[in-house]
């Protein structure tokens, strides 16, 4: 997550803009976020384009980093680790239904995956969506 900017903070305060939908913060209802937090990532964070609901993948009751867009090149290039990342988020197990879904994603022509890193312990994280 990168520092809000000048321009960012003053968006919010003259026109009560948000970046980041609240409710799209978090991938699973087990991190206990903290209100200044959450209002810093949806206030003052700009945010990303997804074709759908964008969501804010959240690690060790913090916001995660957005790493950024992948298809199935970016996730060979980043490896293992991204790939189960995105693997378990679809919640498909290995198999013919996996192998066609990562085959066929594209980091801009869709189904693209979001990848996060925890900003504590490293971990990646993960959502896909088709447009």
Known sequence: MSRPSNSSLGAH??????FIDEDSI???????????????LSQ???GFNGWQQERWFTHCN?????????GHAELLALG??????VQDATGLEDGPQWHTFF??????HGPTSYLFRCRHCSALGAYQ???
Do not use: C, Y
Request: aromatic residues 2%.
């Open 13 to 18: 305060q003259r026109l009560g803009a948000t």
């Open 26 to 40: 978090g991938l699973d209802a087990e991190e206990e976020l903290d209100e200044a937090l959450v209002a810093e």
């Open 44 to 46: 003052r964070t700009p």
């Open 62 to 70: 913090d916001a995660g980093e957005f790493i950024g867009k992948a």
């Open 80 to 85: 293992a680790e991204a790939m189960t990342a």
């Open 103 to 108: 085959s066929a994603m594209d980091k801009d």
């Open 129 to 131: 969506d088709n447009h």
